[in-house]
């Protein structure tokens, strides 16, 4: 699944050039992929690992408060600006928390279904 949703990021800032994907979708499914990057190499809980993905998202948006692209001398290269990103949005951080909330709730339901279930019957 982070495969599948690096490459879904990776589509988005190359290739999408609207008004809503870009600047909002984007930065709603980083917290998807960066969950799902983290819950593939470590077994941690759930709400850790939620809660380290949205602290490590909120670093980056503050990093773009503080202008890290710029003051590096890396405006210019398009790879750490798209990591990086280029100015600083609260409305970046509701949505790293709504794709945190998201997950958490997709989490809930994916327990409370047990796998295989139609087999078992």
């Not at 490459?7 to 799902?36: H, K, M, N, Q, S």
Request: proline fraction near 2%; include cysteine.
């Amino acid at each position: 699944m982070a495969v599948i949703l690096f490459f879904t990021e990776v589509f988005i800032a190359v290739f999408v050039r609207d008004t809503f994907l870009r600047p909002y979708g984007g930065d709603f499914l980083v917290v998807f992929f960066l969950y799902c990057l983290l819950k593939s190499f470590f077994r941690i809980p759930v709400k850790k690992a939620l809660f380290g993905v949205l602290l490590f998202a909120f670093f980056i948006e503050g990093l773009q408060y503080l202008e890290l692209a710029k003051i590096m001398g890396l405006e210019g290269n398009s790879i750490a600006v798209t990591v990086l990103g280029n100015h600083f949005e609260w409305l970046d951080m509701l949505l790293y928390s709504l794709g945190a909330l998201s997950v958490f709730l997709l989490e809930k339901v994916r327990v409370s279904f047990p796998r295989n279930s139609a087999i078992r019957e």
